[in-house]
């Protein structure tokens, strides 16, 4: 089917760049992306943005509130601390809440402002377009050189730059792999693995190993194509994005019919103001040409705006033929708007994020569960008195050890600790124990009764958990 663009134009368009990917060649094979290095007022400015980002990436595992972490990512212990807050599995309903809030959210922000968390924050493309690739620019050369490089014989230049070239590589996907590793063990715990012993963390040792070989090889070689084949994000495009979200676009409108640069215009020469020199094809990384209009492979890296902008200042034409813009503003001239679709997701924002605060504010650092024991039903205390056995499960969230005593607190009776001790639970920890309840036999009126038990941190009552008493089955 036909665009607007081949419409506007009177003549088809080929729309057979769709059928392949800019990375694959007709049999499959990879088509190596000689991205040329970017120039321009947005690559300065999302130099600036990544350093930004190596600042908070390799400093906030390093940062403690409280004796913990601030961020914590503990995917083996299923714990996560998130602003110096734990969250442990029994919090897993928080814990999904926020993932769903965040998908919302990313939903919401695609919409209006499309790849802009590609091009400018994601880790993958900061990491490819703003270390490696500068590493390679460095050792071998802008474009014209590396191709030169890749394709001639194997000289003593080339193995020097390449041997080079890797082991900066490796060295740098080993840094990342050990602070990758600190947000999931932490920083003390990656210190114990560099400094104590090999055979006492073998296990530490061999992730790091794994995790430098998967960083160094997505970006020495899979690079590109994690965002283009790999990515769900990016992968979700095409139904998170619309007519009104805004991408980075070439203007069609104002660049058709191309046609390469002529000094001189005399009135029949009608072409657009692009001129068909290339230079926003050859900066892009994922090796695609933006005139062709939107595509999944665009990662909004803004290098081809760049790379136009200084086209059109050496053609005396004003910039932005490539600028960020949504598909309806460049049709119709129409400004950023704020659709239904967003004006919908937002409420679904603003009610998520309402129900989560509300989670958060009233969750509870010390939060338990108390169960009468497996297979037991009551025991007789002479005349008198009936007890129930009970298993109870605490849990700690606080960063201090908490000595817990329970108190019946809409019953009479007492409570007598199994093991003769109150129940101490340790800081960040689970404790277990078991405890009887004993009641007065005239206070049972029912066979299955509701109990509310106090836990308490000397006389503060820190939570109260609900259980039931079974009691005798001939007396009703
Ligand atoms: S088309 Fe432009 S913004 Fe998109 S990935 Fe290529 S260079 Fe970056
Ligand atoms: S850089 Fe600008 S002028 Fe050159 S081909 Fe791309 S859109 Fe046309």
Not at 22 to 44: H, L, S, V
Not at 419 to 433: L, N, P
Request: aromatic share 14%; proline share 3%; hydrophobic share 40%.
């Amino acid at each position: 089917m036909n665009t607007e663009r081949e419409l506007l134009k009177g003549k088809p368009k080929d729309e057979s760049f769709r059928d392949r990917m800019a990375t694959i060649d007709e049999r499959g094979k990879r088509n190596w992306i000689y991205a040329q290095k970017p120039k321009g007022k947005f690559y300065n400015i999302r130099t600036y943005v990544s350093w930004g980002f190596f600042i908070i990436f390799f400093g906030l595992p390093f940062i403690y509130i409280n004796g913990r972490p601030l961020f914590l990512f503990n995917i083996p212990e299923a714990k996560f601390i998130i602003f110096g807050k734990v969250f442990w599995p029994q919090d897993f309903f928080i814990f999904g809440l926020t993932m769903i809030t965040f998908i919302v959210f990313i939903i919401l922000f695609t919409a209006a402002f499309g790849r802009l968390f590609c091009g400018w924050i994601c880790p993958q493309t900061i990491f490819m377009e703003m270390l490696f690739r500068k590493v390679e620019y460095l050792i071998e050369g802008d474009t014209a050189k590396q191709k030169i490089l890749n394709k001639g014989g194997w000289t003593g230049i080339k193995v020097r730059k390449k041997i080079t070239k890797h082991t900066v590589f490796f060295l740098l996907a080993f840094i990342i792999a050990n602070f990758f590793l600190a947000y999931v063990i932490g920083v003390d715990e990656l210190k114990k693995i560099i400094s104590e012993p090999v055979t006492e963390h073998i296990g530490g040792l061999l992730s790091i190993l794994v995790f430098s070989g998967i960083f160094y090889g997505v970006y020495a070689w899979f690079r590109e194509q994690v965002c283009t084949v790999v990515c769900p994000y990016g992968r979700l495009q095409s139904v998170l994005l619309d007519r009104n979200s805004m991408i980075v676009a070439y203007d069609y409108k104002r660049g058709e019919p191309r046609s390469k640069f002529k000094k001189v215009r005399t009135a029949e020469f009608n072409a657009g103001d692009c001129i068909d020199c290339f230079q926003c094809v050859k900066v892009c990384p994922t090796g695609i040409d933006i005139r062709n209009g939107t595509q999944m492979e665009c990662v909004g890296c803004t290098a081809c705006i760049d790379a136009c902008d200084k086209m059109m200042d050496a053609t005396k034409k004003p910039r932005g033929l490539i600028r960020y813009a949504s598909e309806n503003g460049i049709e119709s001239g129409q400004k950023l708007r704020f659709t239904g679709r967003m004006k919908f997701y937002s409420a679904l924002l603003v009610i998520l994020a309402g129900l989560l605060s509300f989670l958060l504010a009233t969750r509870k650092n010390v939060d338990g569960t108390i169960v009468r024991a497996a297979g037991m039903l009551y025991q007789e205390r002479g005349n008198d008195s009936i007890s129930n056995l009970y298993v109870i499960k605490v849990i700690n969230k606080t960063i201090k050890d908490v000595p817990l005593t329970l108190k019946l607190e809409n019953a009479p009776g007492r409570i007598i600790e199994a093991e003769g001790r109150s129940i101490h639970v340790k800081k960040e920890d689970q404790g277990k124990g078991s405890f009887f309840i004993v009641l007065p036999r005239n206070f049972i009126n029912k066979r299955k009764m509701n109990l509310k038990i106090g836990l308490y941190e000397g006389n503060q009552q820190i939570t109260v958990l609900e259980t039931n008493f079974m009691g005798p089955f001939n007396k009703f």
